[in-house]
Nanobody, 123 residues
């Protein structure tokens, strides 16, 4: 069964940092672009960051550049999201995924979205 498990979410403070991890199982993702997304209840899921299969190219939502960093470890089949300078507007459920959805939200996700990991930032 192909699945991924996000971890590292929780409660953070404004100005602080959190690091999310996403480990894929059942299939290697070393050849896939991967990305992070987030969703607030009542709003559309939005793209956060993406990384190519080798890790050499990354891209970010404009509003998050400079604060968030995506990286990956293909040996561990894992992608990370380092979130710095958190603010309450970063509160959301965060998901990782792979496939064409990394390039455009209308694309196909490799994994079902599942529950994600909750990040709550207090002021």
């Amino acid at each position: 069964q192909v699945q991924r498990v996000e971890s590292g979410g929780g409660l953070g403070q404004a100005g602080g940092s959190l690091r999310l991890s996403c480990a894929a199982a059942g299939r290697t993702v070393s050849g896939d672009a991967m990305g992070w997304f987030r969703q607030v209840p009542g709003k559309e899921r939005e793209f956060v960051a993406g990384i190519c299969w080798s890790g050499s190219t990354t891209h970010y939502a404009d509003s998050l550049k400079g604060r968030f960093t995506i990286s990956r470890d293909n040996a561990k089949n894992t992608v990370y999201l380092q979130m710095n300078s958190l603010n309450p507007e970063d509160t959301a459920v965060y998901y990782c995924n792979a496939g064409s959805v990394v390039g455009r939200l209308s694309g196909s996700p490799l994994f079902s979205w599942g529950q994600g990991t909750q990040v709550t930032v207090s002021s």
